[in-house]
């Protein structure tokens, strides 16, 4: 891709500001980046424990909504004097699982005036590692991170800067206090209930980890920082978490009779809530996968999105990366595919002032005309269905779940009848734009319906009241007889969609 970012890329001076809305805390980090490299200057968090406030419906209480905003409007007076291509906003597990997340999205995003994006669980695995590995130093072999969520618990194995296998699974310390402690109630019982329920979700993974296996594990977030300080203060264990050091820190849990009573030293009333169920999690991790000791990594979710949008900056979008391997995946026909995306690209640069896209916008097109084939590896029939289900369901690192759904819906809409309903499933503010990238890639498509190599003539795109006017040399469509046939075609496909397509 050769057009240039919204953000600007000079790397001197350049602020850039993440806010990670895990299920237990939300965390902001505001940092300079200079010659590349990421100097954190304002760090801040709240504990506002979403996942507690999921009822048994699934759906988040007003209580817990009401916990969130308001701690994102402290957030958002401390980056509003920042460009909002700048800053970049997360969702975790809370409101991947939430029923009505999106009412609470919606009211997040008109207070931080940012986009809200929930990332999927690999998609914040592979964060959290990016976070990890740039605040550690760069040994040889692999490393194993594991960072224990409010709702999930992620676990990476990878090398230097690149994840080789990640995982997310639905453990997390305040989903396990409510399942396993109810009340606040501690008891041993209790305690191994919980430890048991995290072995058994780790057999999913355990075969595949060890058999990768690893020269180092690394831990972090909040309940891994947590356990390490008591483990050291208590003289448990020195500069790493140990298993014995892990199993005094548990006996003395048990002596305590309800989390109220727990009196541990800087242990804050917010974090006595949850850590016992963090620490039985923690003693399941650490027997299912045999672990002798864990160190630990300031650096997690937030640092990892800060070191992904400094990527960005430098094109180095591993985005990027995840098209180009869909696409070898499926075996797309990469000449066609980078005939039709220069074609809409063309389209783009005359008709985006007009329409009133961004470099965003520029990047979907792309990604859209590269993908929009990959159906063609399961059926011919309805193929642009199978592209968009592909592109919606598969693990793609680099890409939040609303990016894949708008992406899978500029697929799913070039070819055939224009899908109106479809794009009402995005954001309001989403919705126009969107439509109107799907027809630069529809009009793209029919351009090179023949897959010829031979270029395509001069042709002028221009928008006014409601019509998109595409202007051809003399005679030429004449002389392309499938060509304009399509272009009639998709004059009457528009025309139900309330645009208007003349050509000459």
């Known amino acids: 891709m050769t057009e240039p970012s919204t953000v600007s890329d000079k790397q001197d001076d350049q602020r850039l500001a993440a806010i990670d809305l895990g299920s237990n805390s939300f965390h902001m980090v505001v940092a300079q980046l200079d010659q590349g490299e990421i100097r954190p200057i304002d760090l801040m968090s709240d504990k506002v424990q979403l996942a507690a406030g999921i009822n048994e419906k699934r759906y988040l209480t007003d209580e817990a909504k009401q916990r969130g905003l308001e701690c994102l409007s402290r957030f958002a007076q401390r980056v509003k004097d920042l460009p909002r291509d700048s800053v970049r906003v997360v969702g975790t597990n809370a409101l991947r699982e939430a029923k009505n997340s999106r009412e609470f999205i919606e009211e997040a995003e008109a207070i931080l005036e940012t986009p809200l994006e929930?990332?999927?669980?690999?998609?914040?695995?592979?964060?959290?590692?990016?976070?990890?590995?740039?605040?550690?130093?760069?040994?040889?072999?692999?490393?194993?991170?594991?960072?224990?969520?409010?709702?999930?618990?992620?676990?990476?194995?990878?090398e230097r800067f690149e994840p080789r296998t990640m995982e997310s699974l639905h453990m997390g310390c305040v989903s396990y206090t409510k399942r396993y402690f109810e009340d606040g109630i501690i008891s041993a019982s209790n305690f191994k209930r919980a430890r048991?329920?995290?072995?058994?979700?780790?057999?999913?993974?355990?075969?595949?980890?060890?058999?990768?296996?690893?020269?180092?594990?690394?831990?972090?977030?909040?309940?891994?920082?947590?356990?390490?300080?008591?483990?050291?203060?208590?003289?448990y264990s020195q500069e790493s978490i140990t298993w014995e050091g892990l199993q005094q820190l548990r006996d003395l849990l048990l002596t305590f009779k309800h989390s109220n009573d727990i009196d541990i030293n800087g242990i804050k009333a917010e974090r006595k809530t949850v850590l016992t169920a963090g620490v039985a999690i923690l003693c399941g991790i650490f027997e299912a996968l045999n672990l002798e000791k864990l160190s630990f990594s300031e650096g997690a979710l937030r640092e990892g999105v800060l070191y992904d949008?400094?990527?960005?900056?430098?094109?180095?979008?591993?985005?990027?990366?995840?098209?180009?391997?869909?696409?070898?995946?499926?075996?797309?026909?990469?000449?066609?595919?980078?005939?039709?995306?220069?074609?809409?690209?063309?389209?783009?640069?005359?008709?985006?002032?007009?329409?009133?896209?961004?470099?965003?916008?520029?990047?979907?097109?792309?990604?859209?005309?590269?993908?929009?084939?990959?159906?063609?590896?399961?059926?011919?029939?309805?193929?642009?269905?199978?592209?968009?289900?592909?592109?919606?369901?598969?693990?793609?690192?680099?890409?939040?779940?609303?990016?894949?759904?708008?992406?899978?819906?500029?697929?799913?809409?070039?070819?055939?009848?224009?899908?109106?309903?479809?794009?009402?499933?995005?954001?309001?503010?989403?919705?126009?734009?969107?439509?109107?990238?799907?027809?630069?890639?529809?009009?793209?498509?029919?351009?090179?319906?023949?897959?010829?190599?031979?270029?395509?003539?001069?042709?002028t795109f221009s928008f006014d009241s409601q019509t998109l006017h595409m202007n051809f040399p003399a005679e030429w469509l004449s002389h392309h007889p499938l060509t304009e046939a399509g272009l009639e075609q998709e004059a009457s496909y528009l025309e139900s969609a309330d645009m208007k397509l003349k050509f000459s």
């Open 196 to 235: 048991t329920a995290a072995r058994q979700e780790l057999q999913s993974i355990v075969r595949e980890y060890r058999n990768l296996g690893w020269n180092s594990a690394v831990g972090a977030s909040g309940t891994i920082k947590a356990v390490r300080n008591i483990c050291q203060d208590y003289g």
């Open 118 to 158: 929930i990332i999927a669980g690999r998609e914040e695995a592979r964060l959290i590692y990016l976070g990890v590995s740039h605040t550690l130093a760069d040994d040889q072999g692999s490393r194993l991170v594991i960072d224990i969520g409010g709702g999930s618990t992620e676990f990476i194995i990878g």
């Open 309 to 459: 949008m400094a990527g960005r900056l430098k094109h180095e979008d591993v985005r990027d990366r995840s098209i180009t391997a869909l696409m070898q995946r499926y075996h797309v026909d990469q000449e066609q595919a980078e005939r039709v995306e220069q074609t809409a690209l063309l389209a783009w640069a005359q008709l985006k002032e007009s329409w009133h896209l961004s470099s965003k916008h520029y990047d979907m097109l792309c990604w859209a005309a590269r993908t929009h084939e990959i159906g063609l590896t399961i059926a011919h029939s309805q193929f642009h269905k199978h592209s968009a289900y592909l592109l919606n369901h598969s693990d793609l690192p680099g890409f939040t779940t609303r990016e894949q759904q708008q992406l899978a819906t500029l697929v799913r809409g070039h070819r055939r009848k224009f899908p109106k309903d479809e794009f009402k499933t995005l954001p309001k503010r989403l919705q126009e734009p969107y439509r109107r990238l799907c027809v630069l890639l529809r009009l793209a498509v029919i351009l090179h319906r023949s897959r010829s190599s031979d270029r395509l003539p001069a042709i």
